[in-house]
C-alpha cells in the first residue's frame, strides 16, 4: 500500500510444505507469496526482481529479519545464479542437464539471524582484522570459484 494503490487481499494458505524456522527462507517464502497475490490481483506489473524487492522490503520490517538471497523462493523451481553488488542484484537461469535431487536434514541446531546480518554488517565494507580478511575472501573468490564450479557440474551433460 506504501507504493501502490491497492486494496489489499485475503490470502488463505491451504498447504504449506517448508518447515518453519529451520533456515529455508518460509518467510521469505510468505513475503514473495503475498507481493506476488497482489502483483497479479491488481496487475501491478512487477518483473521477479521487482517482486523480490517489494518482499524485501517488506520483511526487513518484521522481527523475521532476512538477506537479499532468501528472496530466490521468487523463481520457484529453477536452479538461477543470484550475484550482489551491494544492492544491485543481477540473476542468471541455470541449466541443468539432469535430474537434481536434494536431502534436507534437521540437524536441530539454532541460528540467530539477526546476530548473522550483525556480523556480517561488521565486517563489511572494510575488514577490521585478519578474520574479517577470512570472511572477504570466503564469501569472495573463494565463494565466486565454488559456485563456477557447481553451475559447470550441473549444466555438463554425461558421457554416454
Given at each position: 500500500?506504501?507504493h501502490?494503490?491497492?486494496?489489499?487481499a485475503?490470502i488463505?494458505?491451504?498447504?504449506?510444505d517448508?518447515?518453519?524456522?529451520?533456515?529455508?527462507?518460509?518467510?521469505?517464502?510468505?513475503?514473495?507469496?503475498?507481493?506476488?497475490?497482489?502483483?497479479?490481483?491488481?496487475?501491478?506489473?512487477?518483473?521477479?526482481?521487482?517482486?523480490m524487492?517489494?518482499?524485501?522490503?517488506?520483511?526487513?520490517?518484521?522481527?523475521?529479519?532476512?538477506?537479499?538471497?532468501?528472496?530466490?523462493?521468487?523463481f520457484?523451481?529453477?536452479?538461477?545464479k543470484?550475484?550482489?553488488?551491494a544492492?544491485?542484484?543481477?540473476?542468471?537461469?541455470?541449466?541443468?542437464a539432469?535430474?537434481?535431487?536434494?536431502?534436507?536434514?534437521?540437524?536441530?541446531?539454532?541460528?540467530?539471524?539477526?546476530?548473522i546480518?550483525?556480523?556480517?554488517?561488521a565486517?563489511?565494507?572494510?575488514?577490521r582484522d585478519?578474520?574479517?580478511?577470512?570472511?572477504?575472501?570466503?564469501l569472495?573468490s573463494?565463494?565466486?570459484?565454488?559456485c563456477a564450479?557447481?553451475?559447470?557440474?550441473?549444466?555438463?551433460e554425461?558421457?554416454?
Open positions: 500500500g506504501k501502490f494503490r491497492v486494496g489489499g485475503e488463505h494458505n491451504y498447504k504449506a517448508l518447515p518453519i524456522k529451520k533456515g529455508l527462507s518460509s518467510s521469505a517464502a510468505i513475503c514473495v507469496l503475498v507481493v506476488r497475490a497482489l502483483n497479479q490481483l491488481y496487475d501491478l506489473k512487477l518483473t521477479v526482481h521487482g517482486e524487492d517489494m518482499a524485501y522490503r517488506g520483511e526487513i520490517n518484521t522481527p523475521s529479519r532476512c538477506g537479499r538471497l532468501d528472496q530466490c523462493v521468487a520457484g523451481q529453477t536452479v538461477t543470484m550475484q550482489f553488488d544492492d544491485l542484484i543481477s540473476t542468471e537461469s541455470v541449466r541443468v539432469a535430474p537434481l535431487y536434494m536431502v534436507v536434514v534437521d540437524l536441530c541446531a539454532q541460528k540467530d539471524t539477526k546476530e546480518l550483525k556480523c556480517l554488517n565486517a563489511y565494507p572494510f575488514a585478519d578474520q574479517d580478511r577470512s570472511l572477504h575472501n570466503l569472495g573463494t565463494n565466486l570459484e565454488t564450479e557447481a553451475i559447470e557440474t550441473i549444466s555438463r554425461k558421457d554416454p
